[in-house]
């Protein structure tokens, strides 16, 4: 099962990948009933979650809404820690995950808006290098695992620091490695050697300990918040989060 997994994350365009897997991912679920963990967006319980991930990670991939560790923290966070799920909110969610997008939808305190490039999942085509909306729109922006991906990570997030609100906040995860500066060469095109040194075959860098003060220069401010430390052991192992996430909060800087 790992393998097979790492094969199709590998090799399998990602607008293909978020048509199909959720039909796939619901009939294996069948086979994982049990006890052992919950899905906290979801609210299913599983024997354990799927293995996800290039190296497989165990425990990690929820089978029926497809939420991972990082998705699963991100909702008890907004659910402990904000006023997302009560307050009349603009949401600016850039590349929606599965997981989320109908949920959010369906909050009527939300005027909910979906965006990406190519995801077949988002409702405007957008490139987040010029995001086609004023200034002080957005009272949250939501953008994970994408500033890998995209030609000039500070031009977006100069773009986020001016759609959001005075008052606006936001969420932007990326995968962050344990080196001490983030690596990129835009000359590198090769997918096999962008895979080599940067994790992945569609990445274009690969982010150091230095994510957050590199994304400052944007303009954006961030913090990093290690809520998952709030939390007991017990709830940790329930809902199989990682132990060591940082979710990266963003706010409009000046």
């Known amino acids: 099962m790992k393998s097979l997994i790492s094969f199709v994350i590998r090799y399998i365009p990602r607008p293909i990948l ?30 354990k979650f799927l293995p996800y991930g290039r190296i497989a990670r165990e425990n990690a991939l929820c089978p029926s809404c497809l939420a991972l560790e990082r998705h699963r923290l991100m909702w008890l966070f907004l659910k402990e820690k904000t006023d997302f799920f009560t307050s009349k909110l603009k949401v600016l969610h850039v590349a929606p995950e599965h997981c989320f997008i109908d949920r959010f939808e ?81 000359s590198i ?17 690969k982010f150091g300990k230095d994510y957050a003060e590199r994304l400052r220069k944007s303009g954006l401010q961030l913090e990093e918040n290690t809520f998952v430390k709030e939390l007991s052991p017990e709830k940790v192992a329930r809902f199989a989060l990682a132990p060591d996430e940082v979710i990266f909060v963003c706010k409009k800087g000046n």
Request: proline residues 7%; charged residues 25%.
């Open 189 to 205: 095109t090769d997918p096999s050697e962008r895979e080599r040194l940067f994790g992945q075959r569609d990445h274009v860098r």
């Open 106 to 186: 369906a909050l009527p305190n939300l005027d909910y808006i979906t965006a990406d490039i190519e995801s077949p999942l988002a409702k405007v085509k957008m490139d987040v290098h010029s995001i086609p909306f004023p200034d002080n729109t957005f009272d949250v922006i939501f953008c994970n695992h994408v500033l890998e991906h995209v030609d000039d990570d500070l031009l977006a997030c100069s773009e986020f620091n001016r759609v959001l609100k005075p008052s606006g906040w936001g969420i932007l995860q990326s995968p962050v490695y344990n080196m001490e500066k983030t690596i990129e060469d835009k």
């Open 18 to 47: 978020q048509i199909v897997s959720p039909l796939v991912l619901k009939v294996l679920s069948k086979f994982n009933q049990g006890d052992a963990v919950e899905c906290p967006i979801c609210r299913n319980h599983y024997k």
